[in-house]
């Protein structure tokens, strides 16, 4: 497709939800190398690229962080990633190429967004992913609930990509360890942890079990609207920085959480 800058137009005031989406789809699904796009999910990737450098930033993971989350998956060898924020799918494509090609069983992508959602499986498909990436449109604590449920089975999941609203992060993640679907044996990896950051998540998974058995008491027996997750204190993580790039060039990193225990119990 030719030689491309090294990086995204920057991010700009207003970075999404202003057409460049469906701008990104036309851009895709009409690309006059489309024969060599469909079907191949690395070309449809460089394509996302592309617009990305030539045309509109996108809220992507980019190909710098993303290498960090595909090495891991090729390493650690997953049978299942369940990713919170999906976007427009370029993340569900880069893991879920990963892990199939790891040997993984399943990729599933929670988004919020019904039109990015759309997006997201309209690109999916054209990466010849479809059969393998499934993604789930709807409030993420409603489809972890929903998950949860219809588990077979274990409910925890292999690894955990976080990438939806930051604030949401942590709570979210309490979530999954009230549902068992992040339990010892889990990997959890959350982005955009230099910017914005996200101070908080990061004490959580790095703090000691008796400081956030302490942190919970005041709340236990209070929380009544389930909009608030208590989590499960007694997870033991061992986290670490990987340090990278935005897609605009900025440095970020991920933290990659490894659930590796669970001391105790209520």
């Given at each position: ?27 895709i ?109 709807g ?19 292999d ?24 339990a010892?044996?889990?990997i ?79």
């Amino acid at each position: 497709m030719g030689a491309a800058p090294a990086f995204y137009k920057p991010e700009g005031e207003v970075f999404y939800n202003d057409g460049r989406e469906d701008a990104l789809l036309k851009f895709i699904t009409t690309h006059p190398q489309q024969a060599e796009i469909k079907g191949s999910p690395e070309a449809v990737l460089a394509a996302i690229d592309d617009f990305g450098h030539s045309q509109d930033f996108l809220m992507t993971v980019g190909e710098y962080k993303g290498k960090i989350v595909s090495d891991l998956i090729a390493k650690e060898k997953p049978q299942t990633v369940l990713e919170v924020g999906g976007y427009v799918g370029y993340s569900a494509i880069m893991f879920g190429d990963a892990l199939r090609k790891a040997g993984g069983q399943k990729y599933v992508s929670l988004e919020m967004n019904a039109k990015f959602a759309a997006i997201a499986r309209a690109l999916v498909d054209v990466a010849g992913l479809s059969g393998f990436v499934e993604i789930v449109e709807g409030p993420s604590r409603e489809s972890l609930r929903k998950i949860a449920a219809n588990s077979k089975g274990s409910k925890a999941w292999d690894m955990i990509f976080l990438d939806h609203s930051k604030i949401s992060y942590l709570n979210d993640l309490k979530l999954c360890e009230e549902l068992g679907i992040v339990a010892p044996g889990s990997i959890v990896v959350a982005d955009d942890m230099y910017v914005p950051g996200n101070p908080q998540y990061s004490e959580y998974v790095r703090a000691p079990v008796q400081s956030k058995v302490e942190a919970r008491k005041p709340f236990v027996g209070c929380v009544s609207d389930g909009g608030l997750s208590l989590g499960n204190p007694y997870l033991v993580y061992e986290s670490t920085i990987f340090e990278g790039l935005q897609p605009s060039g900025l440095p970020d990193a991920v933290e990659v959480s490894y659930c590796v225990d669970a001391v105790g119990s209520d």
